[in-house]
């Protein structure tokens, strides 16, 4: 199979965090190879992914706007339109996205328990 790439990916283990919708879903992925262009990402489930989806890889400090361009079980292929942030991500910066996280699962718990009450 020929590599239609336009520059060589780096093997890497990253740990990312794909933004999935406008209403800020997102799903804990892994970066298995990098270039400037693309990376081969794995999920748990990779069968709720839409075409283009944000991918935060707070490691590089980088967060890029990304194109689904192949699948594979539950791997996929993401080719970055424009990289959305240079900068790196700080220790504030994790904090604020782990508590909007553990916030609206609270909110979802809050939800439920109303429900069944």
């Known amino acids: 199979m020929q590599d239609r ?5 780096d093997k890497v283990f990253y740990g990312a965090v794909a933004e999935i919708n406008e209403r800020g879903s997102t799903m804990d992925c892994v970066v298995r190879n ?22 935060n890889i707070a490691r590089k400090g980088r967060s890029f706007l990304a194109r689904l ?16 942030s240079d900068t790196p991500v700080s220790d504030l910066d994790e904090r604020v996205r782990r508590s909007e996280i553990k916030k609206r699962q609270l909110q979802q718990r809050i939800k439920e328990l109303l429900g069944q009450g």
């Open 5 to 9: 790439r336009q520059s060589p990916r």
């Open 34 to 55: 990098i270039s400037d262009h693309g990376a081969c990402v794995e999920f748990g489930d990779a069968t709720r992914l839409p075409e283009e989806m944000n991918l």
């Open 69 to 84: 361009v192949w699948r594979q079980a539950n791997k996929v292929g993401l080719a970055f339109r424009i990289m959305t």
